[in-house]
């Protein structure tokens, strides 16, 4: 059983998971600006916005290294540790790696919320990051009033294997693995919107590792692949085509929502504000069609925690992948996007 805090994680935090992160239009340009480095055994750095960072060791073994860690964006801390830690974990995943090494990132109200409540994040991360088949090997924390919790993670892949933004090709399909509303569901649930229902129905999606859907990409020769969080679908899709040199299409109906979230979507109200600053960066490069649903115009710029894998793949073999065709890469200027 997981201890019940005393004042609930969500109230302590300003944002809501991957929804809390600086929105790209202002980060970016940002980190891009600083020199980057030039190691010739970096294969994968800053500059293609990829989810991990890969580094040759010898021609056939790399190091996959990634941190992701954010406010809580569910009262319980057990399931906290678990979402924190399944999304860590996916960026590794989303290389085409195995992860084999965490690292806690912990910053933490201690004397408000206590040691048992510390205690079950970090229980919840261990055992998602122990189902995943690597090790929790030390951390580090800090003391502060709003809880974060989140891995550094080191993971392995053959770099004849990986996957990055940069692989996708015109005529590739989009296929995504988890339905999408994570953000939504959080979000009303801290304006008293979302039963526990709704919410056990979104926890469910976010604890779930996508190591099976990585490995069932690469062993289908998958090359180009991203997951999607905190900038929503349309964010990465984007990521993906600009790094790739094409334009995309997504095709809204087809985009997988997790049961009840439409409702919460049917107007602003469940809009978080990591999924407004999404809306607005997507008005730069997304032309959504007027017959477009009002509210898979939101759902497609929800900011999602612990989301599905976006693979780009040839469609006979996007069919043999876990997971749903939401659209297609196309010749156009790089990083467009049309939603129809």
């Not at 994680?9 to 600086?22: D, I, P, R």
């Not at 919460?264 to 960066?281: C, F, K, T």
């Not at 009002?294 to 693979?311: K, N, Q």
Request: proline content about 6%; some cysteine.
């Amino acid at each position: 059983m997981a201890t019940t805090p005393a004042v609930p994680l969500t109230s302590l935090a300003s944002g809501a998971g991957c929804g809390c992160k600086l929105a790209a239009q202002d980060v970016l340009p940002v980190v891009l600006g600083l020199p980057q480095a030039t190691d010739e055994r970096l294969l994968v750095g800053t500059p293609t916005g990829d989810d991990a960072a890969v580094f040759r060791l010898r021609d056939d073994l790399a190091l996959v290294q990634t941190i992701d860690f954010f406010t809580p964006v569910v009262d319980d801390p057990y399931d906290f540790g678990r979402i924190a830690a399944a999304n860590a974990l996916s960026d590794v995943y989303a290389m085409g790696g195995t992860p084999v090494t965490a690292l806690n990132v912990v910053a933490f109200p201690l004397e408000q919320l206590g040691p048992d409540v510390l205690r079950d994040v970090l229980r919840g991360g261990l055992d998602v990051v122990a189902a995943a088949g690597a090790s929790v090997v030390g951390g580090h924390s800090i003391k502060d009033a709003e809880p974060k919790y989140g891995l550094a993670v080191t993971g392995i892949v053959d770099p004849e294997r990986m996957t990055t933004n940069a692989a996708g090709r015109p005529g590739d399909v989009l296929v995504l693995t988890k339905p999408l509303g994570v953000g939504a569901i959080v979000t009303a649930r801290k304006r008293g919107a979302a039963d526990d229902a709704l919410l056990q129905a979104a926890v469910d999606v976010m604890v779930q590792l996508n190591a099976a859907a990585a490995e069932a990409a690469v062993g289908a020769g998958v090359r180009a692949m991203t997951d999607v969080t905190g900038f929503g679908l349309l964010g990465h899709v984007h990521n993906l085509a600009r790094e790739s040199g094409v334009a995309a299409e997504v095709d809204a109906d087809a985009v997988p929502a997790i049961d009840g979230v439409e409702a919460l979507l049917a107007d602003a109200s469940a809009v978080s504000g990591g999924s407004a600053r999404n809306a607005e960066w997507a008005a730069t490069f997304a032309a959504i069609d007027d017959a477009v649903a009002p509210w898979r115009a939101r759902l497609v710029c929800d900011a999602t925690t612990s989301g599905g894998l976006l693979a780009a793949a040839a469609p006979d073999v996007a069919a043999t992948l876990p997971g749903t065709v939401v659209g297609r890469l196309v010749e156009g200027a790089p990083g467009t996007i049309r939603v129809r």
